[in-house]
C-alpha cells in the first residue's frame, strides 16, 4: 500500500448505529487530519492530530470521536449520526502540522438514513 | 473575519484555450497557500505550496503565482484531462495547525 489509505470507501448507516472510519497513512508523516466534504460547501477541517496529541478540535459535535493509537493510524468514531452528517470524510497526513502539504485518502462516502 | 474565496465558481474552455483560476485571500500572517486537484469522488491532489509574494511554481501546463492578496493558476493549452476541481487552502500565523480552503473552480475542458 502507498499514500493514504480509507476504509470502508462507502458507508450506509442508520442514525442509531455506531461505526468507525479507518485511515492508514504510509508516507512517514507525524501529523493526521479528518475532513467532512459535502455538497456545495468547501472543505471542513474537523480533526487535527500532530505526533498522536490531539491539537485542533473544530467546534465538531461530539457524535464524532476521533482516535490516533500512532503516526500512522487514525480513525473516526461514529454514533447517533443524523441525516446531515451525510458527507464524503477525508482523511490527511503531512509531514508536522501547520505550513506543509498535506496528502488525501480516497475518502468515504458516508450516507445516514 | 478570514476568507478564501475562488472565481470563477465554473470554466468551460475548449482544448488548447488558456485561462487563469484566481484564489483571493484575506488573512494576515500567511504561512502557506496550497493548490489542490480534485476528481469527482476521489480525494484532493496536492499540485504546488506558495510561500511568499512573488513565487512562481510550474507543472505541465499548470503554472500558481502568489501576490500578497490573492494567488492565480494559469492553465496553459489545457487538455480535456485537465477537467477537475480545483481547490486552493490557507495557512496562517493565527490558525495554530487549521487550514481554510476555498469553495473551489469546477474546470470543464472540451475536446
Known amino acids: 500500500e502507498t499514500g493514504v489509505t480509507q476504509t470502508p470507501r462507502h458507508l450506509v448507516m442508520g442514525m442509531t448505529n455506531k461505526k468507525s472510519l479507518k485511515c492508514e497513512q504510509h508516507?512517514?508523516?507525524?501529523?493526521m487530519y479528518w475532513y467532512k466534504q459535502s455538497a456545495k460547501k468547501p472543505l471542513e477541517l474537523m480533526f487535527v492530530?500532530?505526533?498522536?496529541?490531539?491539537?485542533e478540535n473544530n467546534s465538531v459535535p461530539s457524535r464524532f470521536s476521533p482516535e490516533c493509537p500512532n503516526s500512522s493510524h487514525l480513525f473516526l468514531h461514529l454514533h447517533t449520526l443524523q441525516p446531515e452528517d451525510s458527507a464524503l470524510y477525508l482523511c490527511?497526513?503531512?509531514?508536522?502540522?501547520?505550513?506543509?502539504?498535506?496528502?488525501f485518502g480516497p475518502g468515504t462516502r458516508l450516507t445516514v438514513t | 473575519e478570514d476568507q478564501v474565496t475562488q472565481s470563477p465558481e465554473a470554466l468551460r474552455l475548449q482544448e488548447g484555450e488558456s485561462s487563469s483560476l484566481n484564489c483571493s485571500y484575506t488573512?494576515?500572517?500567511?504561512?502557506?497557500l496550497f493548490w489542490y486537484r480534485q476528481d469527482p469522488g476521489k480525494g484532493p491532489e496536492f499540485l504546488f505550496t506558495?510561500?511568499?509574494a512573488g513565487e512562481e511554481k510550474e507543472k505541465e501546463r499548470l503554472k500558481a503565482t502568489l501576490t500578497k492578496k490573492e494567488s492565480f493558476l494559469h492553465i496553459t493549452a489545457p487538455k480535456p484531462e485537465d477537467s477537475a476541481t480545483y481547490l486552493c487552502?490557507?495557512?496562517?500565523?493565527?490558525?495554530?495547525?487549521?487550514?481554510?480552503f476555498g469553495p473551489g473552480t469546477r474546470l470543464s475542458v472540451l475536446p
Open positions: 492530530y500532530s505526533l498522536e496529541e490531539r491539537v
Open positions: 506558495l510561500y511568499s
Open positions: 508516507l512517514g508523516h507525524n501529523a
Open positions: 487552502a490557507v495557512q496562517a500565523d493565527n490558525y495554530g495547525q487549521n487550514f481554510v
Open positions: 488573512v494576515s500572517g500567511l504561512r502557506g
Open positions: 490527511a497526513s503531512s509531514r508536522r502540522g501547520g505550513e506543509y502539504e498535506q496528502y
